[in-house]
Structure formats: C-alpha cells, structure tokens
C-alpha cells in the first residue's frame, strides 16, 4: 500500500485501457479500511475508502465481476462513485490472488457509460492481465526480499571476526566483508566478481569440487525464496 508508482504496472494499465477501449483502467490494493491505486489510467484519484470501492465486492466475488450498467444494479445504483467522480456507470474487475488464495487486490476497468456485458474472449484477456500484474507484483517483493536480506547481511558481517564470503550461482564473489579482507589481504572491490575457487589452495582444490557438488545437490541445503 502507498508504494511509489511502478513503470511496468503502469504500462499494463495502460494496455488494458487500449486492449478494451475504456477511458479508466486500474490497480488497486485492498486493505480493512480502504483501497489504493497502485497503477491508474484516466483517474485523478489515488483511492477510496473500501465501503464504496467497487473492488470490495469482486474481491468477495473471487471471480470476474462485470456490471454492464451500474445504475441498474441494486448494490452500486446509489454509490457516490456512480453519482460523483469517476461517474461508474460500467465496471468490470477481476481479483489479484496470491499462490495460496488470498485476494490482495484487483484489476479494474470503468467507463462513464453502460457497456454491453463481457465475452468469453473478454473475461480471459482481463484474467491475462491480473496474471502479468501479479508476476509483476511478485518479482517487485522478491526484490525487496533480496534487498532485504543483503541489508541485514551486510550489517551483521560488518562486524562479525569471521570472514564471510557470498558468490553467485556461477560462483562469482557478490560479498566480501571487512574480516575477510583482514585474511585473504584483499578489498571487496578487489575481489567482487572474482571467482572464489582462486582462494582455495591447489592441494584442496579437488576436496573442494566435492563438496560444492555435495551441497548443490542436495536440495536441503539449498536456500529458497519464501512467500
């Protein structure tokens, strides 16, 4: 919620504007009070409180929810997003669901004016847009995940005696704190993208191989990326 604007949500935005030719389009994250518009086309607003968002209602839904002419429909006739600003008379939305179910969000489109209900094709190019939003969305958090953890990392191992050394998958050297240069001599600008196998000695070069191979095999010790 309130994160800044986000380029690549905003050009899928802007791509379901085009792809169905409605003057508003948007993404909104919902939380127990309100929803925020994390990417917007053709709206001056930055949210709205969650008992008048449209989105309320797609998110208990848990599917497409299309209403071809709000003031025909019992639950949106009298809302002030119908008879004020944006001026809703079409909706159509479909929740942003994470791997395990919960609805965070969705993808909204409005115009000022009734439209006919939404095809099959409709709905299923709707339902490949949430899906590019929440790929999106998911590489931005394990992002900031990564960003994370090499935050604590760094400040951990700045002061720790022991020398901590981190590599990339093809074993390139991505972090080298202060100990480390107190063993090996050299800086962390030295040996950032070095390979770390030109530390080991030649007489353990082959105990060495083995045990990378151990480790990257077995998938225990292996660290993944957590929802």
């Given at each position: ?42 709206l001056n607003i930055s949210g709205t ?94 992002e900031l995940l990564r960003y994370t ?52 000695p030649a007489r353990c070069q082959t ?21």
């Amino acid at each position: 919620m309130d994160s800044p604007p986000n380029d690549a949500l905003d050009r899928l935005t802007t791509l379901a504007a085009r792809l169905f030719r409605v003057p508003v389009a948007f993404v909104s994250l919902i939380d127990e009070k309100r929803q925020f518009f994390a990417s917007r086309y053709g709206l001056n607003i930055s949210g709205t409180s969650r008992n008048v968002a449209f989105c309320h209602h797609t998110m208990a839904q848990g599917d497409i929810l299309c209403v071809p002419d709000t003031l025909k429909d019992p639950r949106f006739r009298d809302s002030p997003l119908v008879h004020g600003y944006p001026f809703i008379r079409f909706y159509a939305g479909i929740p942003l669901s994470t791997p395990d179910g919960h609805h965070i969000g969705t993808v909204c489109l409005t115009d000022s004016h009734p439209r006919e209900p939404m095809t099959a094709e409709d709905r299923k190019h709707l339902a490949d847009i949430a899906a590019l939003v929440m790929d999106r969305m998911e590489m931005h958090r394990l992002e900031l995940l990564r960003y994370t953890s090499q935050q604590r990392l760094q400040a951990i191992s700045s002061t720790s005696p022991d020398a901590i050394v981190c590599t990339d998958l093809r074993r390139g050297i991505t972090f080298w704190n202060p100990a480390a240069t107190a063993l090996f001599g050299y800086s962390a600008e030295e040996m950032r993208g070095q390979y770390v196998s030109e530390l080991i000695p030649a007489r353990c070069q082959t105990d060495y191989r083995n045990e990378l191979a151990r480790i990257t095999s077995d998938e225990a010790a292996i660290s993944h990326p957590r929802s």
